[in-house]
């Protein structure tokens, strides 16, 4: 099974930029469709971009669409996501998960979920 692990949360002022990283091991991150999601205080998880295997093809949700940018490294066992034009509302813990199938369409169940890291953007 694949171990995910994030990294690249923080505090960022609103209008600022974030990388988040999905660093994975024990399984090669190149056959899975990779998600990111995230979660704030109070509010149910959401889906905001996935990538699929080869990194040719990406969804997002239309909240980060044309800020967000999601992409893989599959010779560093790594998904990226990008966050520019950061916004107060974007603040969440962010989460990646590994799960078989196409990036275009959603499913509900994944073979890993990391344990989130913490975004936060000042107003």
């Known amino acids: 099974q694949v171990q995910l692990v994030e990294s690249g949360g923080g505090l960022v002022q609103a209008g600022g930029s974030l990388r988040l990283s999905c660093a994975a091991s024990?399984?090669?991150?190149?056959?899975?469709?990779v998600d990111w999601f995230r979660q704030a205080p109070g509010k149910e998880r959401e889906f905001v971009a996935g990538?699929?295997?080869?990194?040719?093809?990406?969804r997002y949700a239309d909240s980060v669409k044309g800020r967000f940018t999601v992409s893989r490294d599959n010779a560093k066992n790594t998904a990226l996501l990008r966050m520019n034009s950061l916004k107060p509302e974007d603040t969440a813990v962010y989460y990646c998960?590994?799960?078989?199938?196409?990036?275009?369409?959603?499913?509900?169940?994944?073979?890993?979920w990391g344990q989130g890291t913490q975004v936060t953007v000042s107003s």
């Open positions: 998960a590994a799960r078989s199938g196409i990036v275009e369409v959603q499913r509900s169940e994944y073979d890993s």
């Open positions: 024990g399984r090669t991150l190149s056959s899975y469709v």
């Open positions: 990538v699929s295997p080869s990194g040719a093809r990406t």
